[in-house]
């Protein structure tokens, strides 16, 4: 197969869209990094419009070098409810229970994007939800995984209520030299 016929990852932009208040609230100018990185900051308003895995992550990882914010992901995660993954979690809702919307959820991802999965391991005494990336050649994984593993945790807490917190948190990335955005957040034990 050629490089024209190779398929690009792609996903929805909801869960970006607060990308530019997060850089803005770290104070820079997300008009200036965005174009750097060849994006309009205008695309961000529209949470349907597509982008390519490769070029979105290379502009995360802009953001996280010219702000410093070693959370970003999780900072921007953080805003990214449920709706923001579009009809596979309209789909998940319609379950009848929390499992079986997990699994409703990570049956439907590929409607939201292709470059990851979501899967609900289950077992007698314990529940995990796992988001694994599928695209080489990202940049800014750390901050990728961050931003998943929030949503994960809103979305839970949709279903949940809002008191729901994790037991535990396995984070795809080495220990920051603050951990405590993430242990304010997630309130669970953390594993880095």
């Known amino acids: 197969m050629g490089n024209s016929d190779r398929h690009e990852a792609t996903f929805r ?14 104070g820079h100018d997300p008009r200036r990094l965005f174009a750097q990185a060849g994006f309009d900051v205008q695309e961000f308003r529209d949470p349907d419009h597509r982008v390519r895995y490769v070029p979105a992550s ?22 990214a409810g449920p709706s923001y993954l579009g009809l ?39 529940a995990a939800l796992v988001f694994a990336l599928q695209v080489p050649g990202l940049s800014a994984v750390p901050a990728i ?3 998943a593993l929030a949503m994960c945790c809103q979305i839970m807490r949709t279903l ?17 030299a603050d951990r405590s955005p993430y242990q304010d957040y997630f309130q669970a034990t953390l594993y880095f």
């Open 13 to 26: 932009l909801g869960p970006l869209v607060h990308l530019p208040a997060v850089v803005r609230s770290l």
């Open 58 to 79: 290379r502009l995360l990882q802009r953001c996280v070098a010219a702000t410093g914010c070693a959370h970003l992901g999780l900072r921007v995660g953080q805003h």
């Open 88 to 126: 596979a979690c309209f789909l998940a809702w319609c379950s009848s229970t929390v499992g079986r919307a997990l699994e409703v959820l990570g049956e439907n991802l590929d409607l939201h994007e292709d470059g990851s999965q979501l899967m609900l391991d289950q077992g007698r005494r314990y």
């Open 145 to 147: 995984y961050d931003l």
């Open 160 to 176: 949940c209520g809002a008191d729901w917190n994790p037991s535990t948190v396995h984070l795809e990335r080495s220990e920051p």
